[in-house]
């Protein structure tokens, strides 16, 4: 039960814009206040209590629109997003790496004016952020395996994206199939 529990929840709001995720726990609780449309049940979970079954939600839908434009700007530099979205992969030597064996690297350094932001910010191994130091990669002779273009990305869809690997019935709410479709027509 206690695997049921820790699972994720796709939220939506109102629009059927991805909000993020949620516990299992909270969702059932915001389908049984009716906070929330249950769009999709889990096929594999159910919960038991002693007189009744419940299913799992695996989509859940917001019964009122949220403004959520202005939280999404300022919560995008975390850690563990952007670990994720460079694919735990340092940026400069390309080896793949334990979180706790890579750093944030500012690619422009706050020595030099550089923010704080995600587009700024890759996933470093240690002796290659040391290697780099106060400087930029091509000051350090150190090129950025990925583009920045890649980098501004928004770090909310890329872990949406990241749960959604491995679980199908999510995808046409995060409009991945399309993306699927066009790369498939691009090729």
């Given at each position: 039960?206690?695997?049921?529990?820790?699972g994720?929840?796709?939220?939506?709001?109102?629009?059927?814009?991805?909000l993020?995720?949620?516990?299992?726990?909270?969702?059932?609780?915001?389908?049984f206040?009716?906070?929330?449309f249950?769009?999709?049940?889990?096929?594999?979970?159910?919960?038991?209590?002693?007189?009744?079954?419940?299913?799992?939600?695996s989509?859940?839908?917001?019964?009122?629109?949220?403004?959520?434009?202005?939280?999404?700007?300022?919560?995008?530099?975390?850690?563990?997003?952007?670990?994720?979205?460079?694919?735990?992969?340092c940026?400069?030597c390309?080896?793949?790496?334990?979180?706790?064996?890579l750093?944030?690297?500012?690619?422009t350094?706050r020595?030099?004016?550089?923010?704080?932001?995600?587009?700024?910010?890759?996933?470093?191994?240690?002796?290659?952020?040391?290697?780099k130091g106060n400087?930029?990669p091509e000051?350090?002779?150190?090129?950025?395996?990925?583009?920045?273009?890649?980098?501004?990305?928004?770090?909310?869809r890329v872990?949406?994206?990241?749960?959604a690997?491995s679980?199908?019935?999510w995808?046409?709410?995060?409009?991945?199939?399309a993306?699927?479709?066009?790369?498939?027509?691009?090729?």
């Amino acid at each position: 039960m206690k695997t049921i529990l820790n699972g994720r929840v796709l939220l939506l709001n109102f629009s059927y814009e991805p909000l993020g995720t949620i516990g299992v726990a909270r969702s059932v609780c915001l389908a049984f206040r009716e906070s929330v449309f249950v769009e999709e049940y889990d096929a594999e979970r159910v919960l038991h209590s002693v007189n009744a079954t419940f299913r799992v939600p695996s989509v859940v839908r917001l019964r009122a629109y949220v403004n959520v434009r202005r939280r999404r700007h300022a919560s995008g530099a975390k850690r563990l997003r952007i670990y994720v979205r460079d694919r735990f992969t340092c940026q400069y030597c390309g080896k793949r790496k334990a979180a706790d064996e890579l750093t944030l690297d500012h690619i422009t350094p706050r020595a030099q004016a550089g923010d704080s932001m995600p587009e700024n910010l890759v996933a470093a191994c240690v002796p290659c952020n040391n290697r780099k130091g106060n400087r930029t990669p091509e000051q350090a002779r150190m090129p950025l395996l990925t583009s920045q273009h890649k980098l501004r990305v928004g770090l909310d869809r890329v872990m949406l994206c990241h749960y959604a690997e491995s679980r199908p019935e999510w995808r046409k709410y995060l409009f991945m199939e399309a993306e699927d479709d066009a790369r498939i027509m691009s090729a």
